[in-house]
Structure formats: structure tokens, C-alpha cells
């Protein structure tokens, strides 16, 4: 398995960016998707998880702004980031989880700034 990110880029506060994952390899042996985020310095931190058959997960500070979602044949998933703040400046990696193992994508550099 592995994961393609992509979808990042400089917006100004209040824009909107919608973040892709893509899965090369067992599609449905990926029963878990979603996105961390990390700023230099800082240690890694959750955004929003996706679990089959489960309700989105979302981290507080971006409630009601960001949605997750898997379509279709859900070899994709997409963070659609709406009302962004300088705050949400950092590099977005996508998690895909197959039960007890762990694939990162690269990374997309999300950048918001006026």
C-alpha cells in the first residue's frame, strides 16, 4: 500500500483548498483514513480520521470548517478545507490504516497567508 497526497497551496484567510489521498495498492485492505499535520518544531497532530463505518473524527480546532470524506470506491479520500486561518499554515500528511499498520503519503504544503 501505498499513499499519494496531494491538493496543497497558498490561499488567504478564508480561502478553501480540498487536500487528495490516493491509495496504490490493496484499496480495500484500508480500513482507515485521514490527515495530521505538522508545523516545524512542533510534534505531529491529528486533523480528522475517516473509519469505515464510522462517524468522521474531527481535532476541535477544526470543526465546522474541514470535512472529510472517502467516496465511491474509496481508493481516494478528500480534506475539502474551508474558512482557513494562518493557523492551519502547515504541511498535511495522509494516514491510511490497515488494522495494526500505519502508511504516511509525503505530505502537502498548505500555506495561508494574506
Known amino acids: 500500500v501505498q499513499l499519494v497526497d496531494s491538493g496543497g497551496g497558498t490561499v488567504q484567510p478564508g480561502g478553501s483548498l480540498r487536500l487528495s489521498c490516493t491509495i496504490s495498492g490493496s484499496v480495500i485492505s484500508v480500513v482507515s483514513m485521514g490527515w495530521y499535520r505538522q508545523v516545524p518544531g512542533q510534534e505531529r497532530e491529528l486533523v480528522a480520521n475517516l473509519r469505515l463505518g464510522y462517524s468522521p473524527e474531527y481535532a476541535d480546532f477544526v470543526k465546522g470548517r474541514f470535512t472529510i470524506s472517502r467516496p465511491g470506491n474509496r481508493a481516494t479520500a478528500y480534506l475539502q478545507m474551508n474558512n482557513l486561518k494562518t493557523e492551519d499554515t502547515a504541511v498535511y500528511y495522509c494516514?491510511?490504516?490497515?488494522?495494526?499498520?500505519?502508511?504516511w503519503g509525503q505530505g502537502t504544503q498548505v500555506t495561508v497567508s494574506s
Open positions: 494516514i491510511g490504516q490497515t488494522g495494526p499498520r500505519a502508511y
